[in-house]
């Protein structure tokens, strides 16, 4: 079993930062792949960003590549989304997943893929 607990949402003008945190509970949790899916109102859930359990293998939506950076630190449990650049089309509420992929240095990208789930931290992108 894995909590999850993301924080570090908030409000922000474009062009700017926030960075994403994401506490898992557990103490394996470089057994897990993790990801970070968001959800703007009127909106389906869409993946934004993957790193795997091990050797820090990721994967990005074209949306956020060059402007999100994911990371973790498998001693603290804890991983993040360092989101730069911001748009207002990035508003949305930022949830983290784990998961467990085939092997330690597989992305997860599909939400079916995922088995733990946050409950999301809103990120509002506005002047």
């Known amino acids: 079993q894995v909590q999850l607990v993301e924080s570090g949402g908030g409000l922000v003008q474009p062009g700017g930062s926030l960075r994403l945190s994401c506490a898992a509970s557990?103490?394996?949790?470089?057994?897990?792949?993790m990801g970070w899916f968001r959800q703007a109102p009127g909106k389906e859930r869409e993946f934004v960003a993957a790193i795997s359990g091990e050797y820090g293998n990721t994967y990005y939506a074209d949306s956020v590549k060059g402007r999100f950076t994911i990371s973790r630190d498998n001693a603290k449990n804890t991983g993040w989304l360092q989101m730069n650049i911001l748009k207002p089309e990035d508003t949305a509420v930022y949830v983290c997943?784990?998961?467990?992929?085939?092997?330690?240095?597989?992305?997860?990208?599909?939400?079916?893929?995922?088995?733990?789930w946050g409950q999301g931290t809103q990120v509002t992108v506005s002047s």
């Open positions: 997943a784990a998961g467990v992929a085939p092997h330690y240095g597989r992305t997860l990208i599909r939400d079916y893929e995922y088995k733990y």
């Open positions: 557990g103490r394996t949790f470089s057994s897990y792949a």
